[in-house]
C-alpha cells in the first residue's frame, strides 16, 4: 500500500505564494510521475503540475509562469511553489503519485487533499 503525506496549504492573501510538499511511502514500490493537481468547487480536477523521474515538467496552463515544482527521489518527496496567487487559486490540491510494483503493474495514488484559500 502506498501512502501520501501531504503538507501545506491554509490561507494565503492575494498576490501572495505557498509551497506545498508530499511524502510517498510504500514497501515495495517505485515511483514514476509524482505532482499536484486541483479541483474547485464545481468544477472538474486540473493539473497544477507534475514531474517525472527523470525530472521532466509538466505544468497546467491556468498557473504556467507561476510554479515551480521539484523532486527527490532518494526521500520520494515533492514541492510545488506557486506565486501571485489570486483568488482562481482557492481550491483542494492534491498530490498524486505513479507507482510501480515489482512487476511493474502501474497504480495511481492521491493524497486526502489541503484546502488552499486565497483571501483578503
Known amino acids: 500500500q502506498v501512502h501520501l503525506l501531504e503538507s501545506g496549504g491554509g490561507l494565503v492573501q492575494p498576490g501572495g505564494s505557498l509551497t506545498l510538499s508530499c511524502a510517498a511511502s510504500g514497501s515495495g514500490f517505485s515511483f514514476g510521475s509524482m505532482g499536484w493537481y486541483r479541483q474547485a468547487p464545481g468544477k472538474q480536477r486540473e493539473l497544477v503540475a507534475a514531474?517525472?523521474?527523470?525530472?521532466?515538467?509538466s505544468v497546467g496552463t491556468s498557473v504556467k509562469g507561476r510554479v515551480t515544482i521539484d523532486r527527490d527521489n532518494a526521500k520520494n518527496t515533492v514541492t510545488l511553489e506557486m506565486k501571485i496567487l489570486s483568488f482562481g487559486d482557492t481550491a483542494v490540491y492534491y498530490c498524486h503519485a505513479e507507482a510501480f510494483d515489482d512487476l511493474r503493474n502501474k497504480y495511481d495514488y492521491w493524497g486526502p487533499g489541503t484546502q488552499v484559500t486565497v483571501s483578503s
Open positions: 514531474i517525472s523521474g527523470g525530472g521532466y515538467t
